[in-house]
């Protein structure tokens, strides 16, 4: 079955595997900042900004990637005829809405995990909010968030394949592609099961070597 | 006469449950006042409203002359001269001992890292803890965190310090270790409020012992007064129970 695969037919393959992880890496990273933003002012003293984040939050963790996506890529440049942008543009800023009010919430529940006499000895000290933030409360829970935050990088590396449904060609869409060329679904699939796989593992070897560095 | 802490009319509610009903007191400079009461009296909550770790429902509360509860007080700038220490330490575990003593005052007071150094470690000497310096909390005692609980606090140079049973999560046998050095601290004359059950330092150290019960003190005076010769029904039967 490998046989009849063709191997000219990778180098596609591993090209929607790179625009897979560029995916991940941009969208994680532009989610990560957005959702860390989102998850202090969740938590933070300023109730208008608790009350919009938490709305940010909860409504986007209601809808399916597919629908961020399509709202981006169709529903927006109705709307705003400017707002029209490239797949690629629509992919990253889709997965990085979804991203940033998961990351949000992981944000939000690190920071609550930090006992609460850590704050109050802060305070006590004479210390301001941001200080009490950045030298005692932040250092503590993002030791908490990093393996949640691990587990979620891995569920966003297999939401970039939503991404296929809009034209992006990353490794989902490349696969189809493939597969509709060299009539060999079978080896296709488990090709590019396998270089899922490839993007997944260094993420929870990462995670792995993380937790092991803390025990 | 130079009242550090004046309190006035203090009163404190959680939701309908009303647990401060009208607390007067003055704590004077360079004075030891101990606060003893059965569990549920009010007297943590009494003393976490010194520096407004829980809010003021009515009443007031000033401190060196700044009212906590006037908008215009800035509440960082007094707690900078109130050390507290915490019935759970609340070390910071992710930083060392000599690190855990340092922070306030260089981000805080911003001392320079040398003379934040120097500080600490004239605090580590005082509290016995020079060697561990180097060592993060987890390996440290409760006792010996409850030390660099206190040295982080003095480390701000505070005019008062306030204690909330800061010997009740210990082992028994690092009990004495934490009363020696607040002992020592009283002898320095520092002003000092103190929420204990050790009746035994309270006796010894406070130069004045307050019995609160339902929220309300229900008597107060010297050591012997309180303990030798006292007046009211309540406090007999507390001290019956604890001494």
């Given at each position: ?37 989102l ?85 006590a ?13 932040l ?6 968030a ?67 560095r803390?025990? | ?63 060196n ?80 965190n ?10 701000m ?79 007999k ?7």
């Amino acid at each position: 079955m490998f046989d009849d695969f063709g191997w000219e037919n990778l180098p596609p393959l591993l090209d929607g595997m790179l625009l897979t992880a560029f995916l991940v890496v941009s969208s994680g990273i532009l989610g990560t900042i957005l959702g860390f933003v989102l998850g202090l002012t969740r938590t933070g003293p300023n109730r208008p900004g608790r009350i919009l984040s938490a709305v940010y939050i909860g409504f986007i963790r209601g809808q399916p990637v597919l629908i961020i996506l399509f709202f981006v890529y169709f529903v927006l440049p109705l709307m705003f005829p400017a707002a029209s942008v490239s797949r690629g543009v629509t992919a990253i800023a889709g997965l990085s809405i979804y991203a940033a009010a998961y990351i949000a919430e992981i944000v939000r529940g690190s920071l609550l995990a930090v006992p609460v006499g850590q704050s109050e000895a802060a305070e006590a000290l004479g210390m301001n909010y941001r200080q009490k933030l950045r030298y005692v409360v932040l250092p503590q829970a993002l030791r908490i968030a990093v393996p949640p935050g691990i587990g979620f990088l891995v569920a966003l590396v297999k939401a970039t394949s939503l991404t296929s449904v809009i034209g992006y060609v990353e490794l989902t869409r490349a696969a189809r592609i493939t597969s509709n060329i060299n009539q060999e679904p079978i080896a296709t699939y488990l090709i590019v099961a396998a270089l899922y796989f490839v993007v997944c593992f260094p993420i929870s070897l990462l995670g792995r070597w993380y937790e092991r560095r803390l025990a | 006469m130079n009242p550090i802490i004046t309190v006035h009319d203090l009163h404190k509610n959680f939701g309908d449950l009303e647990v401060l009903k009208g607390i007067d007191c003055v704590v004077e400079q360079n004075e030891v006042v101990c606060m003893v009461g059965p569990s549920g009296s009010g007297k943590s909550t009494f003393l976490r409203c010194l520096n407004l770790l829980e809010s003021i429902t009515s009443g007031s509360v000033t401190i060196n002359g700044h009212e906590l509860n006037d908008p215009k007080t800035n509440l960082a700038t007094v707690r900078q001269d109130v050390g507290m220490v915490f019935q759970q330490f609340n070390v910071f575990p992710h930083m060392n001992v000599r690190d855990n003593i340092m922070l306030a005052p260089t981000k805080v007071l911003k001392l320079s890292t040398e003379e934040a150094r120097e500080r600490a470690s004239v605090l580590l000497e005082k509290v016995g803890l020079t060697d561990k310096a180097d060592v993060y909390p987890s390996k440290l005692s409760g006792g010996q965190n409850q030390r660099v609980a206190i040295a982080r606090a003095l480390a701000m140079q505070p005019q008062v310090m306030l204690f909330d049973e800061p010997t009740s999560a210990l082992d028994p046998e690092t009990v004495g270790e934490v009363l020696e050095v607040m002992k020592a601290l009283a002898e320095e004359s520092m002003t000092m409020v103190v929420v204990t059950h050790e009746m035994g330092f309270a006796r010894e150290v406070a130069d004045r012992v307050i019995f609160i019960d339902h929220g309300v003190i229900v008597e107060e005076g010297t050591p012997t007064e309180v303990f030798d010769n006292t007046q009211h029904d309540r406090t007999k039967a507390f001290l019956s129970k604890v001494l």
